[in-house]
């Protein structure tokens, strides 16, 4: 169960409760279980029980209710692509690629955070090189959440239990080594994609560790332009790379 799910039932329950307070309270809402009205406790007694259904409702759909996934081009927010991949994490074969993926999208909010962290105290965010330094970070970080994207079209497609049943010993005496091979190698195929997006975000994650150093030492160097520092010249590639390969 997730941070915000737990919320969302602490708020539930608890907004339950304060309401069952105020009309239950004598002198408030005028409704008393036991007083002298019959009216009021059968209203009384009819809440608590509205209440507890509410709340049983409330705690099967927050804990047991699997949350409605966005679709994969309509996610935007940090929270959909957590949640869509948790969706996955107990897929057996992916259970350490779904898990390092969510590592990564933890990792790359903390970078992105403290690198504008140390723009905002080098630059004054009106100066031309820290719009050079955000927009390159910006972009990078489309980059990382485009790959995302990719894993999830991948397991969207891609069924793990499809393949631990095909290959099991009563089937695969049913079928020829030939289709058997085919079928390995086609999920084999969906693996070594999610492992290779894995590997990009990787590779963008180190570059925003050097692009943190090489600001941290910028009063050391000599770089007259921005774009001559190494890593943002090598960021700067991957962008225009990728954008090569979208066309």
Do not use: W
């Not at 897929?91 to 350490?96: M, Q, R, S, W």
């Not at 497609?157 to 049943?165: G, K, P, R, T």
Request: charged letters at 20%.
């Amino acid at each position: 169960m997730n941070s915000s799910r737990l919320m969302k039932l602490l708020g539930l329950i608890a907004g339950v409760a304060v309401l069952d307070i105020i009309i239950l309270s004598p002198g408030l809402a005028g409704v008393e279980i036991g007083g002298e009205s019959t009216l009021e406790t059968a209203s009384g007694v009819t809440l608590l029980v509205i209440s507890l259904l509410v709340l049983l409702y409330g705690s099967y759909a927050l804990l047991f209710k699997p949350p409605v996934l966005t679709p994969v081009k309509n996610m935007k927010t940090h929270e959909d692509y957590i949640t869509a991949l948790n969706h996955y994490r107990n897929a057996n074969v992916l259970k350490k690629d779904i898990a390092l993926a969510l590592d990564q999208l933890d990792r790359i909010e903390k970078k992105k955070t403290t690198l504008l962290d140390v723009l905002g105290q080098r630059f004054d965010p009106a100066e031309l090189s820290y719009k050079k330094f955000h927009s390159v970070i910006d972009e990078v970080g489309q980059l990382f959440y485009l790959n995302i994207k990719g894993i999830l079209n991948k397991l969207s497609v891609f069924d793990a239990s499809e393949l631990s049943a095909f290959t099991s010993e009563q089937k695969l005496a049913q079928f020829s080594n030939k289709l058997v091979q085919e079928k390995t190698a086609l999920h084999n195929e969906y693996l070594t994609s999610v492992t290779g997006y894995l590997g990009a975000n990787e590779e963008i994650l180190l570059k925003l560790d050097k692009l943190l150093l090489e600001i941290s030492q910028l009063d050391s160097t000599d770089y007259q332009n921005i774009e001559d520092m190494p890593c943002m010249q090598e960021m700067d590639a991957l962008i225009k790379q990728t954008k090569f390969y979208k066309q």
